[in-house]
Nanobody
Framework: QVQVVESGGGLVQAGGSLRLSCAAS????????MGWLRQAPGKEREFVAA????????LFSNPVKGRFPISGDNAKNAVFLQMNSLEPEDTAVYYC??????????????????WGRGPQVTVSS
């Protein structure tokens, strides 16, 4: 049974930083892409960033490019999102998700197969 479990999140002031961690288990994920997607209140879920665990290739959405570096640990089936220069607009539930990497890095919500429950990130102004 595949499990995706996140940790991190919380409340931070604007301009601050938070780090999210995610680990997947239940199968071999070396050929997988692991990513982060978020959903703000009243809005649709959107792509944030993703990385291919085997190659280290990365993909970012425009709102977080340059602020949220993503990294992966292939040996641990883990992915990390370092969120810097946080803005109130970054407030959302952040979901870790995984997809088979054969089809490349995915930036669409429906392309991800396995999901975590998502920690809340709240940025106060």
């Amino acid at each position: 049974q595949v499990q995706v479990v996140e940790s991190g999140g919380g409340l931070v002031q604007a301009g601050g930083s938070l780090r999210l961690s995610c680990a997947a288990s239940g199968r071999t994920f070396s050929d997988y892409v692991m990513g982060w997607l978020r959903q703000a209140p009243g809005k649709e879920r959107e792509f944030v960033a993703a990385t291919a665990l085997s190659s280290g290739a990365t993909l970012f959405s425009n709102p977080v490019k340059g602020r949220f570096p993503i990294s992966g640990d292939n040996a641990k089936n883990a992915v990390f999102l370092q969120m810097n220069s946080l803005e109130p607009e970054d407030t959302a539930v952040y979901y870790c998700a995984a997809r088979y990497g054969y089809y490349g890095l995915g930036s669409k919500v429906h392309e991800y197969d396995y999901w975590g429950r998502g920690p809340q990130v709240t940025v106060s102004s």
